[in-house]
Structures are given as C-alpha cells and as structure tokens.
C-alpha cells in the first residue's frame, strides 16, 4: 500500500472512530499523525508539529475567549432581550429574530455550536409557549448560526480563508459571508413556508386586529420558566452534557392563546426576558466588539490578536466578570481543528492531496467532480464536525482548482455552503442541541424530522449550489 493510501485510510478511521465512540476526533488525528509519520514516513516529532496551524490556534481562543467574556458578562443575553421585546406581539417574527442573533454571534465569532447552545434554549421555550413548530424555530436558528459562520471575524470564515490563503488559491471572503448568508437567508424562507410559517402570519394579524390601532393591553404572566435545560452537545469524539440557557416555557395564559404578545410582567423579578439595567460592562464590550469588527475589516487586522487583545482589555476592566472564561474557552473545537489540520499538513507534505486531487481531474467532467467533492463534504459533515471537513476537504479540492477547469472562488463558495447547511442534521452538533430543547412530546418527531430534512439536503444542496456558484464561472 502506497503512503498516500496510507494517509487515507488513516484519516477514515479517525472519522470513523470519532463517530461510533466516545473518543475525540482532534485527539485522534494528533495521534494518527505520530503514529504515521514516525512509523510510515520517517519523520520526527518536530517535523510533525511543523503542521501545527498557529495562526488558526490563535484565532480560535482569541475569539472565543472574547466571547465567553460577553457571555459571562450578560451582554449577550441583553441582546437577545433587546431583540425578542423589539418584536412586540408579532410572533410570525420571533423565529426571525432568533435567526438573526445566532447570525450575529457567529459573524462576530462565536463557535456555531456554542452559538445554537445559547439560543435553542430560548428559541424552543417560545416555540412551546406561543404554539411555533419546532422544526421552524430549530432549522432558523441553525441556519441563522450557518448564514453568520463565514464572515471573515467567524470560525468557519477563518478556517476557509486560511485554507485558501496558504494554497494560494484566489479568494472572495466577502463574497464567501455574502453567498453563505444569502443562500441560509432563501433557505430559510423555504423553512419558514414549509412549517408553519404563513399560520404565525395569520396568527399576528388576527392579534393586531383584535388589539385595535392602540395595540391593546399586553396579558401579564411570568413567561418563559427559569428552569434549566440540559442539553445533549453531541460534539466530535462523545456526548457532553451541558446546562444551560432558558427552559421550555410554561403554557400561555389564560386568553392570550397562541397570539400573545411576547411582554412579560415586569414585576417577574425571575423573569428572563425582564430587561435588565445596561452596566460598564455592556457598553465596554460592545465597545470591544465593535473595535474587533471595525479593526478586522476596515484596516485588516488580525482578527485572533485583535479579539485576544479586547478579551485582555475587558479582563482589566472587570477581572471579576471575565474569571470564568478562560475555562469556557471552545477547547474541544480548538483541540479538534488544530489536530486535524496538523493531519492534513502530514498528507500534503507526502504528497497526497496532491495525488487525490489528481484523480479527481481524471473524471474528464470538471462539473460533476467538483459535485462529488461537494457531496462528499455534505454527507461526512452530517455526521462529523463541520470545522473539520472545511480544514479537510479544501486542501483535497486544490490540485483539483489549480486545474483551472471550474473557478477556485464559486468552488470553495459551494463546498462551504454544501458542508455547512447539513449542520441541521441530528447527528450533527446543532441538531443535536435543537433536538434535546425541544419539547419532552414533540422530541421523537423534531429527530425525524431534522433526520429527513438533514439528508435531503445532503443530496440537494451540493447540487444546488453548484449550479448557482460553480457553473457560471465554468461556463
């Protein structure tokens, strides 16, 4: 067997382990790594950790970090109120802005699963409480945590670029955040037709009617119940169990049926939605969010230093607040991307993305191999993480694009979004999570559902977005 072979069957396994067992999939390829190149190729351990990605480490824990700090510190949970109490008593809105928050935080650099964690709690609760299919509120908030995912601030936006950058592959990475945002945002609104979404619209405009011009008297009530929710994070490697965020609500009052408005009682001091006073540390860390977006994409700056930098910034200004946040850092997304892209540098330097990328040119159809390579990215991602396909697939895809035979910037555009979107699969991180919030009646039909609905678009969006973003540039 030819070490490119070698290299492969490796990479499979470590898949394939982390998938069936209780064993992380960074860990795996760390190790896949030693064991291959010490026994098979002849290195040692320096040439080994030569592909540690550096540049990704930093950006993974400056980010991160920075946000776990504006979680720890109620920004984030203020935002969300802002948001719910802006829609007043149009619920036919409310899986729209739930869409729109998890977009936010993960354009601004939030992990999607961590993202999804946050949010599907609150999401689902109102879902229970004003009547809203769960399938609709978990699908938008997934999609809203995918159409955020590719900024040039976000995890998967670095990743991708970072790929692209050290392939010295032409790249768009405002064109990458626009298409993937765009193409979640029509999805969504296929979603929002499919499940329920035009009965919410009818649902509000028969609140509005009865309310009158004055909008009425909002019904009083404590809202969504404080009780936690534990949530099954079925990340690489094993299942954790994590607690958190706003439970499944209790049942609307009396008479405000599934057209309430979404006002609580103000007097509910354990009221989660109640808004809070904004502190020193809201505006410092809005302040902070803003100086890493302005610094990232006006001047170009490095976007892990810079988050790194604020993160220490608020550190000194509120120690107290930011304490716990080293400890909430993504480590086990940390340890997984850079073990896998430590694997992938391994095969690059024996030559086999090279090699893989060499027979994909063979199938003398630039159009059809470059939907195989986004089937292939669609499918494992359904079942493994999707920050590990992308530091994967689009190394195995460059000898592929210096080809020249379809464009490098639609190829990489449609490979993102194929490897992406599947994220609503239930075997994937934030599957699982909108799975495990949903209502204890509804969880058996949310599985299946998300199951048919991920699938279909394992099959569905590689082709799609070939059409839209690989075929105008070959043609």
Same mark, same amino acid.
């Given at each position: ?26 860990? *795996? ?8 190149? !010490? ?20 950006? *993974? ?8 700090? =504006? ?12 948001? #719910? ?35 599907? $709690? ?68 296929? #979603? ?60 609307? $009052? ?22 809070? $006073? ?12 803003? =100086? ?13 230093? !810079? ?16 304490? =716990? ?8 997304? #940390? ?5 896998? #892209? ?60 210096? =080809? ?10 449609? *490979? ?60």
């Amino acid at each position: 067997m030819s070490i490119q072979l070698v290299t492969i069957v490796a990479l499979a396994l470590v898949f394939l382990i982390a998938t069936v067992l209780p064993v992380h999939m960074g860990a *795996l390829a760390f190790v896949a790594a030693f064991i291959v190149g !010490t026994v098979f190729v002849g290195e040692d351990t320096d040439d080994i950790v030569a592909g540690f990605p550096g540049d990704l480490f930093i950006i *993974l824990v400056g980010v991160t970090l920075l946000f776990a700090i =504006a979680k720890g510190n109620g920004t984030v949970d203020r935002l969300v109120q802002l948001a #719910v109490r802006a829609v007043g008593g149009r619920i036919a809105l409310i899986p729209w802005v739930m869409f729109g928050v998890t977009a936010v935080m993960t354009a601004f650099g939030a992990v999607v699963p961590a993202a999804v964690a946050i949010i599907a $709690p609150i999401g689902m609760g109102f879902a229970l409480r004003y009547r809203i299919n769960p399938m609709l509120m978990g699908l938008l908030i997934i999609n809203g945590a995918s159409a955020g995912g590719f900024s040039p601030m976000s995890i998967f936006g670095s990743i991708t670029n970072g790929v692209v950058e050290r392939n010295n592959l032409p790249g768009n990475p405002v064109l990458l955040f626009a298409s993937s945002f765009v193409f979640n945002l029509v999805l969504s609104v296929v #979603v929002f037709l499919l499940f329920g979404g035009r009965e919410l619209m009818r649902r509000s405009a028969q609140m509005a009617s009865d309310t009158g011009p004055t909008g009425g008297t909002a019904p009083t009530g404590r809202g969504i119940s404080t009780e936690p929710v534990t949530a099954v994070v079925a990340g690489s490697g094993g299942t954790a169990v994590a607690t958190g965020g706003t439970g499944a609500g209790a049942p609307a $009052p009396s008479g405000a049926g599934g057209g309430a408005p979404v006002a609580t009682d103000p007097a509910a001091d354990d009221d989660p939605m109640r808004l809070q $006073p904004l502190t020193r540390d809201h505006v410092f860390t809005l302040i902070g969010l803003a =100086a890493l977006a302005v610094g990232a994409l006006a001047f170009g700056l490095d976007v892990g230093f !810079t988050a790194l930098t604020v993160a220490a910034v608020l550190s000194l200004i509120s120690p107290t607040s930011a304490k =716990a946040a080293v400890g909430q850092v993504a480590w086990p997304t #940390v340890l997984l991307i850079c073990g896998i #892209v430590t694997f992938v540098s391994l095969m690059e330097r024996v030559g086999t993305i090279d090699w893989l990328g060499n027979l994909v040119t063979r199938i003398g159809a630039p159009l059809l191999a470059a939907i195989i390579i986004c089937l292939i990215g669609g499918i494992v991602s359904a079942f493994a993480s999707t920050t590990g396909i992308l530091g994967a697939l689009i190394p195995l895809a460059v000898p592929f694009l210096l =080809a020249g035979e379809v464009g490098a910037v639609g190829m990489i555009i449609a *490979l993102a979004i194929s490897s992406s979107v599947v994220d609503s699969s239930p075997f994937s991180t934030s599957g699982a999570l909108v799975v495990a919030n949903s209502p204890d009646e509804e969880n058996e039909k949310v599985f299946r559902g998300l199951m048919i609905w991920g699938f279909s678009m394992c099959a569905l969006v590689p082709l799609v977005s070939c059409l839209l973003f690989v075929v105008p540039g070959w043609l």
